[in-house]
Each structure stands twice: as C-alpha cells, then as structure tokens.
C-alpha cells in the first residue's frame, strides 16, 4: 500500500514537469469563426470572384493566388508577412494557411495570427486545414499550383 502511494506521488511530480516543460503547445490564437473550410476557398477560387489575399505562412504555397511568406516561426518571414499586409486596408479580406501539420503542432500559423491581431486586422481567417495541407487541400483534387 505504501509502494503505491509512493508511486502515485511520483507520478504526479513527473506529470506537474513535462507540463511545465513546454512540451505543451501554445494555446489557439483564433476563434472557431475565423476558420475557413477549405471547400470555400475552392469555390471562391473556382469562381474567381471576391478572391481574398491568400498568404501561405509555411514551408510553400500550393494554393493559386497565394502569397509564400515562409514559415512563421521564423522572424525574418514575419516581417515579411508585416510588409505585404502594409500594402492593404486593415478591413480587407485575408486567408492564412500553413498546411505543415495539424494545428495543435504548427509552429507557423499563431505567429501570423498574432501579427494580423496587432495590426488590428478584421477580416481574416485561418484555412481550416486540420491534418496538414496534402490531405486537406491537394488529395481533394482543390486547385493547387501545378
């Protein structure tokens, strides 16, 4: 009895480190209104009416029309990212999408969020790619740059 006490004890301690570790990711930087599925930006894109800035904040853009700033986590592409959204109207349209992985592990998209939010940007979304962008976007057969 005394062994398993002590046991449960320690399995506390170790479970209290790795979740202050940072082995945890940051929490979600968007609401669920601001996800884009992708269906609707295949259909925008399809009909080629009120097509929004597109921007991909990952390792490469895939979607026609989207701007590749790089990734995200890396400061250099921010301020890239900084500069195309200064050539625009803080209540214009903007879609956001990395696509390197699900979003609980994506290093790239809260950081791109996060700057839209400073700059005090209305109108954006986050394209809803929950696995990654192969399984989400191209095995789909949506457009994609060839």
Request: charged fraction near 20%; glycine fraction near 6%.
């Amino acid at each position: 009895m005394k062994g398993m006490k002590i046991f449960t004890s320690l399995c506390m301690v170790v479970l209290l480190l790795v979740a202050n570790s940072g082995f945890s990711q940051k929490p979600e930087n968007w609401t669920k209104e601001q996800l884009m599925e992708p269906f609707v930006l295949a259909e925008v894109l399809q009909l080629n009416k009120q097509v929004p800035l597109i921007i991909s904040v990952g390792p490469g853009a895939v979607i026609p029309n989207s701007v590749a700033v790089g990734p995200g986590q890396e400061a250099n592409n921010i301020e890239k990212l900084k500069k195309e959204l200064s050539a625009i109207n803080r209540d214009s349209a903007v879609v956001i999408y990395c696509g390197c992985c699900p979003f609980a592990n994506c290093p790239n998209v809260r950081p791109a969020i996060a700057l839209l939010k400073d700059l005090n940007f209305t109108n954006y979304k986050l394209l809803n790619l929950t696995h990654n962008v192969k399984t989400d976007w191209l095995d789909k057969g949506y457009p994609s740059i060839k």
